[in-house]
C-alpha cells in the first residue's frame, strides 16, 4: 500500500517537472503580421502554448500584436518600449496571467505600450510600469487575487477591475484607476500618488480604501460621485481636487490632511478625526451632512472653505482664505481672510469667535424682513479686534432698521471693537448709513441701525467787526493824537 502511495507521488513530480520542462519564452518579432497564432511571428518560430513567458522586445517589425488563441494561459509577459517610433499596441483575447508583467518605457517621448488584452489572474501578480506613461486598457479579472501596481513611471489602467481580490499601489508614480470596476477587495494605497477618474474606480465601496503617511489621492475626469470609504493613516496624507467631485462616502484620517482645492469639490460624507484638515486654494471646498465625530481643526490657508451641517472641530481662517457657508462648528479664529456668514442671509453658528483681523462680510437686502440678513450666532465668548466690517447692501436701506450681526449667547459683554468703529460711532457703508453698538440686543450683542447722515457741518458764525466810517474816524483821532505827542 506505501509503496502504491510512494509511486502516485513520484508520477506526480514527474508529470509536473514535465509539464514545467514544457514551458518556454516566446519573443514577439511580428516578421509576418499581428497574429500570435502565426509562427513566423515569434524568433523561435513557435506559437506561444500555456505556461510560456512572453517577450515583447523594443523596435520589433510589427508594434502591432493582436492575439487570435483562444484559452491562453501565461506565467509572465515583458514589455520594453523605447521614444522611437510608434505605440505598441495588444489586442486580442483574453489571456489567463499566473506571474508579473511588466512594461519598460525608459526615455522620453509621446509612444507608450497600449495593452488592451483583457487579464484573468491565476494568481496573485504583481504589473510593473517604468519610464513613460503605461495604458492598461482590458478589463482585469482578479477572481480572489491581489493585483499589486508597481508604479515606478506613470501607469493608468481604464479597464474595468472585477472579482472578490483586491488592489495594491506601490511605487512613487501615479496610478490612474478609471474603469467602472466592481471588484470586492480592499484598495491599498502604499506610496505614491492614486488617482480616482470614475465613479467606480476604486471598486464597490464595500471594504474601503487606505492611505499611507504621505500618499495622495487625486481626484480627475469629473463630475462624478465617489462613495468609496477614505481612511489615511497618517501622520500626513493628501486629497488633491482637480475637478468638480462630490465624496459622498466616509472619511477617517489621522494627523494631517491636506485638501488642495485646485478645482471645486465637496465632500458630503461623514468626516472622523481628531487631526487637522488643512485646505489651500485657489478653489473650494464645500461640505454638508454632519460630522460629530470631527473634534479636531480645519485650518483655511488660501482657497475657500463652505461648510454646512454641525461638526465640533475648531475653524482657524487666515489670509487669504475665506469662510462662508451656515455650518454649527466649534471655536473660529481669525487672523486674516474673509469670513462672510451664511449663503444667501443665514447664519454661522460657532462655539466662541476671536477675531483679530481681515474682513467680515454681510449681506442686507433692502424690502425683506430684518431677520433676512447675515449673522452670527455665537455660543460662547466674543473677541473682536482690528477686523474690518462689511455691511453690503444692493440699494438704500430704510431708516431704523436694527440688524443684529452678531448675536452673543449669555451675559458675557463683546471684548474689541471692529477697526475703526468704536461704539456708538456712525458710518457710511455702500450707500447706507449705520450706527454700531457692542451692548445691543439683550445687552451684549453686536447691533447695526441704519441711521440718516449726519447734518453737514455749518461754517462759523463771523463777528461782526466797526463800521467802515467808524474805523476810518478812530484812524484820523488816532493820527491826530500821535502828532500833537510828537510836536
Known sequence: MRSRHAAAIVVALLLAVAIDGNAATRTWSGASGTGWNTASNWVEGIVPAD????????????????????????????????????????????????????????????????????????????????????????????????LTAQANGDLRISGAISGTGGVTKTGG????????????????VSSG???????????????????????????????????????????????????????SGPIAFTGTLNYQATSAGSISGPITSAGTLVITGPNALSTS?????????????????????????????????????????????????????????????????????????LLMVPGLPVINYDQVQVTGAVSLGGTTLNPTAAGVLPLGLTFVIILNDGADAVVGTYAGKPEGSTFLQFGNWFSITYAGGDGNDVVLTTVAAPAPAQPPTPVPGPAPAVLALSLLALAFALRRRFR
Open 51 to 146: 505556461g510560456d513567458d512572453l517577450v515583447f522586445p523594443d523596435n520589433p517589425v510589427s508594434r502591432d500584436s493582436n492575439n487570435d488563441i483562444a484559452g491562453l494561459s501565461i506565467t509572465s509577459v515583458s514589455v520594453t518600449t523605447t521614444n522611437t517610433g510608434a505605440d505598441y499596441n495588444f489586442t486580442g483575447n483574453a489571456i489567463t496571467l499566473n506571474g508579473p508583467i511588466t512594461f519598460a518605457n525608459p526615455g522620453s517621448g509621446s509612444n507608450h505600450p497600449h495593452w488592451a488584452i483583457p487579464l484573468t489572474l491565476g494568481a496573485s501578480i504583481t504589473l510593473t510600469s517604468s519610464g513613460r506613461l503605461t495604458f492598461v486598457e482590458g478589463a482585469i479579472a482578479l477572481g480572489a487575487n491581489t
Open 173 to 188: 508614480s501615479p496610478l490612474t484607476l478609471a474603469g467602472a470596476s466592481n471588484y470586492g477587495g480592499a484598495t491599498q
Open 193 to 247: 500618488m492614486l488617482v480616482a477618474g470614475s465613479a467606480g474606480a476604486l471598486g464597490a465601496n464595500a471594504t474601503g480604501t487606505t492611505f499611507a503617511n504621505g500618499t495622495t489621492l487625486r481626484l480627475s475626469f469629473g463630475p462624478f460621485t465617489l462613495a468609496e470609504p477614505l481612511t489615511f493613516t497618517g501622520p500626513a496624507g493628501t486629497i488633491s481636487m482637480v475637478e468638480n467631485i462630490q465624496l
Open 289 to 361: 451632512g454632519d460630522s460629530p465625530a470631527f473634534t479636531g481643526t480645519v485650518q483655511i490657508n488660501s482657497g475657500n472653505f463652505i461648510p454646512q451641517g454641525t461638526f465640533p472641530a475648531a475653524i482657524n481662517l487666515q489670509a487669504p482664505g475665506g469662510l462662508f457657508g451656515t455650518a454649527t462648528s466649534g471655536l473660529l479664529t481669525m487672523t486674516g481672510g474673509t469670513f462672510a456668514p451664511g449663503i444667501v442671509q443665514q447664519f454661522f453658528a460657532p462655539a466662541g469667535l476671536a477675531s483679530s483681523g481681515g474682513m467680515h462680510n
